[in-house]
């Protein structure tokens, strides 16, 4: 075994599961290169999905007291938007596949994966600017433009981890993988800030601990059991908050 790696023996219970997420905090270490996806990489997701559901219904709570006592809570940009298909499926599936591949995707620590990260977001960028500059200043479509961009990054990321996929995780990133844990998670969490007006960011603070939460159970599966892992809970997250919004509006 490389030093700096741990080999985790695969947990047989959801409890198990938990103390070993609990364990991971602690110190996060990152493990040996994660296998591919099998059951027991699902049923980790499934019982970790059930953490997050337990965790955001006593965020919730806590939320729904602070409201009740009268006290004013930001609003989100879903707030008053009409939610059709198309932000639906963004929520669900573009926002996970997105948002994991930019934040955990080279939480691996192998030289394919932090490359094609690095790589992928100025060569996303470029192809936006492109394609703004060929549509006359603007995109007739802003969603076909972001495609695009998409598109492009997706592929330089690919090709990276294509050309490298035989090198492990680096020496150094190892060493220094608590930090790059920490660091990804509170980005990831920074980030929903700007589902706020940027007055009411610094009252907003609070309201992004669920992203802060659900971020670490993200970044655990990710670099356990591999990034189509975080990415399916993920899903699985944000499937759980639009229908919930969902609802609320029905009963409203």
Do not use: C
């Not at 559901?53 to 809570?73: E, N, W």
């Not at 192998?110 to 977001?121: D, E, F, K, S, T």
């Not at 929903?192 to 610094?202: I, W």
């Amino acid at each position: 075994m490389n030093a700096g790696t741990t080999s985790l023996a695969p947990a047989i219970s959801m409890r198990s599961e938990w103390v070993q997420f609990a364990r991971f905090l602690k110190r996060p270490t990152l493990p040996a290169r994660a296998p591919l996806p099998k059951i027991r990489s699902l049923t980790a997701v499934l019982r970790l999905f059930v953490l997050d559901l337990i965790v955001m219904s006593v965020l919730l709570g806590i939320a729904g007291a602070v409201m009740s006592a009268g006290i004013d809570v930001p609003e989100t940009a879903l707030a008053g938007m009409e939610i059709g298909p198309a932000i639906i499926f963004a929520v669900i599936v573009i926002a996970p596949l997105v948002e994991e591949t930019l934040f955990r995707g080279w939480l691996s620590g192998r030289p394919g994966h932090v490359l094609g990260i690095l790589l992928a977001v100025p060569a996303g960028l470029l192809a936006a600017g492109i394609f703004t500059a060929v549509g006359g200043g603007t995109f007739a479509n802003p969603w076909a433009g972001m495609a695009g961009a998409v598109i492009v990054g997706l592929i330089v990321a690919l090709a990276f981890v294509f050309l490298l996929r035989r090198r492990d995780a680096m020496r150094w990133f190892k060493r220094f993988f608590p930090l790059f844990f920490w660091l990804s998670t509170l980005g990831f969490a920074s980030v929903h800030l700007f589902n706020f007006e940027p007055g009411q960011m610094a009252m907003a603070l609070p309201l992004v601990l669920p992203q802060f939460a659900t971020g670490t159970m993200l970044g655990y599966l990710r670099v356990r059991y591999g990034l189509w892992s975080s990415i399916l809970l993920h899903m699985l997250h944000n499937g759980a908050f639009i229908s919930l919004v969902l609802l609320a509006g029905s009963a409203a």
